[in-house]
């Protein structure tokens, strides 16, 4: 019954002591999620932890999904046309012609104001959901 204990302990945190514990435990950082997903890890670790451990078979499982995913994303990031910084992109739009800068770090630079991706800018522009690569004429 340690586990219920553990879990009633976690349930009268306040928010601050969530994310202490949880930075404890992982001995990292807390991403910025809210307390509740902090304190359910926590609780799942508990959990765990009075059961004796998670199996080897899931273990291993999930680091072959983990590996699966990785790989994924490496070869999905390797297929589309990486953009240089300093690239500059034109696009006529209701009379007018949108132009945006490719930064350094990857972000991109439109209308004095540094945005995560070209869909958003696309988004900004036409009021509609696009693709922002196929609006910006990037990808076929």
Do not use: K
């Not at 930075?23 to 997903?37: K, Y």
């Not at 959990?47 to 291993?60: H, I, K, M, P």
Request: aromatic share 6%.
């Amino acid at each position: 019954m340690r586990a219920t204990s553990d879990i009633a302990a976690i349930a009268a945190m306040s928010n601050a002591e969530v994310r202490q514990a949880w930075e404890r435990v992982h001995d990292a950082p807390a991403p910025a999620i809210t307390p509740t997903l902090l304190a359910r890890d926590l609780a799942h670790r508990a959990q765990l932890a009075s059961a004796g451990g998670t199996d080897r078979r899931l273990e291993r499982r999930l680091r072959e999904l983990v590996d699966r995913y990785a790989d994924a994303q490496a070869s999905r990031s390797a297929a589309g046309p990486r953009l240089r910084a300093g690239t500059q992109l034109l696009r006529e739009w209701g009379g007018q012609t949108h132009r945006v800068i490719v930064e350094p770090d990857g972000r991109f630079l439109y209308a004095g104001t540094h945005w995560r991706s070209l869909s958003a800018i696309a988004r900004a522009i036409t009021g509609a959901r696009w693709s922002g690569p196929r609006f910006f004429g990037t990808t076929s």
